[in-house]
Each structure stands twice: as C-alpha cells, then as structure tokens.
C-alpha cells in the first residue's frame, strides 16, 4: 500500500513563495507519475503539476511560469516550488501518484495566499 505524506503548506503574502513536499513509501515513486492538484472551497480539484518517471512536467496554464514540479527518486519525494504566488492560489493541495491504473492520494496540505 502506497502512503504520501504532504508538507509546507502555509499562510504566505501575495507574491510570496513555498515550496511544497511529498513523501511516499513503498518502491514504486520511481515507477510512477506525480501530480499536484489543488481544491479551492466550493471548487472541483483540479491539476497543478504533474511529472512522469522520465521527468517530463505539464502545468496548468494557471501556473505555468510561476510554479515548478520536481522529483527525487532517491528520497522518493516530489516537490512544488511555488513562486509569485497570489490570492487565487489558496487551496488544499493534494498530492497524487499514478501507477499501472492505480491512483493514491494525500491528505492535502493547506495553502493561503493572502495579506
């Protein structure tokens, strides 16, 4: 059973940063693509990030310029380098692996983005 365990959420000022992490346990993060989704109140969760075994990332458009997906296999932990950050960015941030259609989810870490 896979495990992932989000931190580094926060209270940050617009323009801000953060940088986002998730842990997994088990053997297969190497194997498997990462995603980060976020689920503002009232909202559908959507994608933020994701990176493929290969370190090939997709953005959504919302982020894209600002935000940074990357992944350590050694520490089987994927990172979020949140940066200029603004008040549409709060959410819980949800971490996700994707692995021979299986899905795993996290906890979620909160975010807030305000002054």
């Known amino acids: 059973q896979v495990q992932l365990v989000e931190s580094g959420g926060g209270l940050v000022q617009p323009g801000g940063s953060l940088t986002l992490s998730c842990a997994a346990s088990?053997?297969?993060?190497?194997?498997?693509?990462m995603g980060w989704y976020r689920q503002a109140p009232g909202k559908q969760r959507e994608l933020v990030a994701s990176?493929?075994?290969?370190?090939?990332?997709n953005y959504s458009d919302s982020v894209k310029g600002r935000f940074t997906i990357s992944r350590d296999n050694d520490k089987n932990t994927v990172y979020l380098q949140m940066n200029g950050l603004k008040p549409e960015d709060t959410a819980l941030y949800y971490c996700?692996?994707?692995?021979?259609?299986?899905?795993?989810w996290g906890q979620g870490t909160q975010v807030t983005v305000s002054s």
């Open positions: 996700n692996l994707k692995f021979l259609g299986s899905s795993y």
């Open positions: 088990g053997s297969i993060f190497s194997f498997s693509v």
């Open positions: 990176i493929t075994r290969g370190s090939t990332t």
